[in-house]
């Protein structure tokens, strides 16, 4: 029996709860100053409000004032929070973690740096902490949903990191009869992969919508498009993977993760939304403004991309089923998918 | 404007008449011995009773005893027979085309030696009829389904053959502004994973019934299990293409046709009845016995490796998922997937 801390209560970290309380260890949940109510409720009831659960039973729950306290002796830290947290958890949180003490972060995405590189948080956030206190910063890639994990459902995942040994030993700490890890030390490839299939999900969920605007909404669902759009996903993926230096055996987690986001979400009302035909605008007032990681990913990476494209290093028309969605999101195109774009010569 | 002859009737071969009558061309489609009713119907009032649409005007019906005069002046026929009906097609069809005329198969699957080795069926057909005469056996791969190709909904196709001229020509007779043509010479590479991706879809499906299990029928789907799958899946293909000397460009092919065989037909009732923990008799008993390409495909390929491993050349093992869809197919197990073996190493 272990005691792990998650830090950030957010539906994914939240989940954590779940394998972390199956084998056996103390679980201490932390909501960051945005969870408060959150909090509030587990204390209360352990009913998580957003994941619409209870936790298991024995989840001790804390406010971000009592984030010492619930550091204290955790020989894993579980960071919960999403990409839009990440500079908050690095500034606020892994301040306070000693270098021994691993950290398995959930967040997916990558970091767009000011010369066009795109690197994985764990990388970012050590910059951000500083070279001189070296962290064991992990992440988890892979298919996973918040709810269905809660829910015990079989799930396939991989912990990342640069350190085997680590990720065995969290290995042994997370693994259940339905929570499943594969390991791997290609942090760059994994993450990379994970993080893109945001952008390509809402991608692939255009298709949804733009049937909806032929048929009517309600329609029976096509899947030739889908599958299409899905087939370009994976070769612009593949080829982003192996630019940032990942390699090919990461890429199916990314894959699997973008089936599974497919199927579930916001990103695809989003997509089938901009597939009717609605602009980025109008379909975001729609959505009520929430901020999504596909658009936020999206966008990072094609900005990074036009970099990379002014030094001569790719072509944009190289991916074109991502330069559209960047079109759509930040130049106020409507959806016009480039179908003959997405066909190739192997010759 | 050309003559288009497609031999066979089926769901897929008669849905290529709406590209091909789209282009302007003569469309002549011939039934098999066993499509006579189809042909039938057609001949009446176009309608195609198992398509369940009218075929396009003007596309001619033939019944078998009328093949020869629906070849009379053909620049392109198209084989469109089942897995089940490639010997036929050898043996009745191909003697009476001459070598200056292509014929582009829509038929998916592989054809397993008896020394183990899995060829694709333009090689297998080229096989049958003798190297003495050398035909131009091109075949269509890609996520494609026959209803929504007739619908002409947005579809990415890939046709491949030895001869890039042949193809670009092909294109261009077929393409539309909703049937969208890549190229590629490998055929092997294309024809192995869309032919593989009926037995992995099986392999996925598998994931639906688990969860009607516990959950009870019409529970809302979990998606986690099936995107583990998808990923397993995906890595086991890419091993199996490379295996028969593919290329890796041509995996995505076999990956969206993999996508769009998960969300439709027989394949799925078969594996969600799997899936709840039906032995593989009682699930065929279900389904009327009808003849699936996903267990032919699985059965033929897991023979194949078989025999491969007693020469040393791979390791079942190494195909976990393939091995056990195997195990209930032919070897009366029920369902009990073997998460653990899904998991990997990668440092």
Not at 23 to 33: C, E, K, Q, S, W
Not at 123 to 136: D, P, T
Not at 304 to 332: C, S, Y
Request: hydrophobic share 40%; aromatic share 6%; glycine share 10%.
């Amino acid at each position: 029996m272990r005691t792990i801390t998650i830090v950030g209560a957010g539906m994914m970290g939240s989940a954590m709860c779940t394998p972390a309380h199956d084998n056996g260890h103390i679980v201490r949940l932390v909501g960051t100053p945005l969870d408060r109510e959150i909090i509030a409720s587990v204390k209360q009831s352990r009913f998580h409000p957003t994941l619409q659960r209870h936790l298991p039973t024995g989840v001790q729950a804390y406010q971000i004032e009592e984030l010492e306290q619930a550091l204290d002796g955790a020989e894993l830290v579980i960071g919960g929070v999403s990409s839009f947290g990440v500079d908050w958890f690095s500034e606020q949180v892994l301040p306070l973690i000693p270098t021994h003490l691993p950290v398995l972060l959930v967040t997916k995405g990558l970091a767009a740096e000011s010369d066009g590189e795109l690197i994985p948080f764990p990388h970012y956030m050590q910059r951000k902490v500083g070279l001189g206190k070296r962290l064991s910063l992990n992440a988890v890639g892979g298919p996973c949903t918040s709810y269905e994990l809660a829910d015990r459902r079989p799930s396939v995942v991989c912990f990342c990191g640069e350190d085997a040994s680590t990720l065995a030993r969290l290995k042994e700490m997370l693994e259940t009869d339905y929570y499943h890890i594969s390991i791997s030390t290609d942090v760059v490839g994994v993450e990379a992969a994970v993080a893109l299939k945001n952008a390509y999900a809402l991608g692939v969920s255009l298709a949804i919508g733009l049937i909806e605007r032929e048929e009517g909404i309600g329609c029976r669902e096509a899947y030739n498009p889908q599958a299409a759009l899905f087939g370009q996903a994976m070769r612009e993926m593949a080829s982003l993977v192996g630019l940032v230096g990942g390699k090919e055996e990461s890429l199916a987690f990314g894959i699997a993760d973008l089936y599974v986001t497919i199927f579930g979400g916001r990103t695809r009302r989003l997509g089938t939304l901009l597939g009717r035909g609605l602009s980025f605008q109008d379909a975001m007032t729609e959505l009520e403004g929430i901020t999504l990681e596909s658009v936020a990913i999206a966008t990072a990476v094609a900005k990074a991309m036009r970099i990379q494209e002014e030094k001569g290093a790719i072509k944009m028309t190289d991916f074109p089923l991502l330069k559209h969605v960047d079109e759509i999101i930040n130049q106020g195109k409507h959806v016009s998918i480039p179908w003959k774009e997405f066909t190739h010569q192997f010759l």
